[in-house]
């Protein structure tokens, strides 16, 4: 038996999730159903990054284990069945020990606004038309890096041994009528993003200060934080791997 790693893109507008749910439609269920129809018997997926309902994806993984010989056509087939807004990008034939969600390096998440409306990017990106200062924006990215407990900025419905994370990029960025928001970190509690953007936000139009700010990292009560802001403008947009992919042909 093989195991395989599948890497795929979306838009998590109209979907409820990544895991499967009852009574949701999610990507793994998707793609599940998908695999049943063209493989002709169940295959468990297992995912590497749980992104939440109306997250997009630019990169995600899973693996499943089967005896069936995956070839290049399979990629055509699969993309075939899934709905439009679910992209299958490589199948990969990595080694049996090999686990989508624990063997990640690094996963990187975009988080999207813009200032000014824009029928092309509702549903893609954060239409955020109040006054904002990036340079107060990156001032508190840049501290980022000097903590690595995150319990403030960690949804409490989530069950996890450590709220340690280890961010190696924050930084924000404006083109023109667009702000975004580039992290990378070994591993993401959740809420985290949605968290850090949306008090982040407070400190760029001045309604914290950047040592309040700190204080709320250090807090560890995520009371203090805002986490409304809306997931929509959020992608995952890579996760790495060390280097055992092998792609098939």
């Known amino acids: 038996m093989a195991r395989y790693f599948i890497e ?3 838009d998590g507008a109209t979907f409820g999730g990544f895991q499967i749910q009852n009574n949701q439609q999610t990507i793994q269920g998707a793609l599940e159903d998908a695999m049943r129809i063209l493989f002709r018997q169940s295959i468990s997926l297992t995912g590497a990054s749980r992104t939440d309902a109306g997250v997009h994806a ?4 899973l693996h499943f284990d089967t005896d069936i010989i995956i070839s290049d056509k399979h990629i055509y087939n699969l993309n075939s ?3 439009n807004t679910i992209v299958v990008k490589g199948i990969y034939i990595v080694p049996s020990s090999a686990h989508c969600r624990f063997d990640a390096i690094k996963r990187s998440y975009i988080y999207k606004m813009h200032i000014q409306k824009s029928p092309f990017l509702e549903g893609r990106s954060w239409y955020y038309p109040f006054p904002v200062s990036v340079m107060a924006l990156q001032a508190s990215a840049d501290s980022l890096l000097t903590y690595t407990n995150y319990e403030s900025f960690s949804k409490k419905s989530t069950s996890v041994n450590t709220f340690e994370c280890n961010i190696t990029r924050a930084q924000w960025v404006q083109e023109a009528s667009l702000i ?3 992290i990378d970190a070994n591993r993401f509690l959740r809420g ?3 968290g850090l953007v949306g ?3 407070q400190v760029g139009r001045g309604q914290i200060s950047l040592e309040v700010f700190h204080d709320i990292i250090m807090s560890k009560n ?4 805002d986490f409304s802001t809306p997931a929509h403008g959020l992608y995952l947009s890579q996760i790495q791997y060390p280097d055992y992919f092998q792609k098939i042909s």
């Open 8 to 10: 795929v893109c979306y």
């Open 58 to 61: 630019l990169q995600n993984f």
């Open 81 to 83: 069945i899934l709905p």
């Open 180 to 182: 975004t928001f580039n």
């Open 192 to 194: 985290m993003i949605r």
């Open 199 to 201: 008090t982040m936000l």
């Open 222 to 225: 995520e009371q203090n934080v």
